[in-house]
């Protein structure tokens, strides 16, 4: 008599809850997004093994310049609101904007979506917002990895990793080298929370009892919810400052990520300088104001963990000082002259905030 295994059951990679189709179908959804993002460098994209990309010959000394990044906690956010396009952008703007802070221009720029069980619609989405990112720096959307593993993730939920390439000519790497005291530090509107601090956000959320989708307290963005302020992407400084590069010298550029301005700065600010920020020299604005009152945050830890309104930081000579400020101010963006780099005095930070 035969007797029936229920283990020879036939199994499928479906059945254990990997869906080859869905991730065929996300390909053939994200190829058009790529598409929009295609540099002349790029020799292949999206769909073999691995994307090529030349460096073009304009480059004497060229030097690959790499950065790589994800999107923190806001992707918590993210989940509980359904919106999932803003963190692609911040996928994106966390990478290129270290880079081209190295003096480089971004070529091209991979991701890493991981997730439970594939949602095509929902991975479609951060992908178009990805490419949206890429759009916006210029750079090429060239490939990615989609993983599928049943078990790892909450349903509903992934994670995002980004990776971005950029070059730049040897001899105009952007280091800090040539900074001195007298130099002027510029620091150039964040777009708001940008993709940091928001484990702390969250809390400050859930204490204060604020409604996500209620319009922002005190209405001071006019109809746009606290959801809406808060997912508002990463500013994308690429292209302002590359145009800006070939103007002036930039001594040196700070992203200004974790960490806040006083831990972002020193880190192109050689030994025996510092820099020294006057708070009063630009504003704090609203959704900054209402974390600090909200949380009850000290001062000294909104500037180590919050941008505080300054996405981006440059350091010029002094007599560059008003060029970059018009620069930007021409495209709109608000920029201003927020301190100035000294001899930096025995046991003093290499920045501090006065």
């Known amino acids: 008599m035969t007797v029936s295994n229920p283990f020879n059951a036939g199994l499928s990679y479906r059945s254990a ?24 460098e790029v020799v292949s994209g999206i769909g073999g093994f691995a994307a090529l990309v030349e460096i073009g010959q304009r480059y004497k000394e060229p030097v690959l310049v790499s950065g790589t990044d994800g999107v923190g906690t806001k992707l ?10 803003e963190v692609g952008v911040d996928l994106v703007a966390m990478s290129v904007n270290d880079i081209l802070v190295q003096g480089a221009e971004p070529l091209f720029f991979l991701d890493y979506f991981a997730c439970g069980r594939l949602d095509v619609e929902q991975a479609a989405t951060v992908i178009e917002g990805i490419a949206r990112g890429c759009e916006e720096a210029g750079c090429a959307l060239i490939g990615g990895e989609t993983a599928e593993m049943p078990d790892s993730y909450p349903a509903g939920e992934y994670d995002l990793a980004g990776f ?11 280091d800090g080298s040539t900074l001195q005291a007298g130099d002027c530090v510029i620091g150039v509107a964040s777009s708001g929370a940008h993709s940091n601090g928001f484990s702390l956000i969250r809390k400050i959320v859930s204490r204060s009892g604020a409604d996500l989708k209620a319009p922002f307290p005190g209405g001071t963005y006019g109809a746009a919810t606290l959801a809406d302020v808060l997912m508002t992407p990463t500013r994308l400084y690429v292209k302002p400052v590359l145009a800006l590069m070939k103007q002036v010298t ?41 974390l600090q009152r909200s949380g009850d945050v000290t001062e000294e830890e909104m500037l180590r963990v919050f941008n505080c309104g300054v996405g981006l930081a440059l350091v010029v000579a002094s007599q560059d000082e008003k ?16 301190g100035e780099i000294v001899p930096r005095p025995e046991a003093a930070p290499a920045t501090w905030v006065e």
Not at 76 to 85: M, Y
Not at 324 to 338: D, K, N, P, T
Request: no cysteine; hydrophobic share 45%; proline share 6%.
């Open 250 to 290: 930039l001594k040196g550029m700070a992203h200004i990520t974790g960490g806040g301005l006083v831990d972002n700065l020193p880190r192109v600010i050689p030994a025996g300088l510092a820099a020294r920020l006057e708070r009063a020299r630009w504003p704090r604005t609203p959704l900054f104001e209402w």
């Open 164 to 174: 971005a390439v950029g070059v730049a000519e040897k001899s105009a790497l952007i």
């Open 17 to 40: 809850g990997v869906d080859i189709d869905a991730g065929d179908a996300l390909v053939e959804r994200i190829k058009p997004f790529a598409r929009r993002t295609l540099r002349p």
């Open 76 to 85: 918590r956010l993210a989940f509980e609101l359904n919106r999932h396009e």
């Open 323 to 338: 060029t970059v400020l018009e620069h930007f101010q021409a495209r709109g963006w608000e920029a201003w002259s927020i």
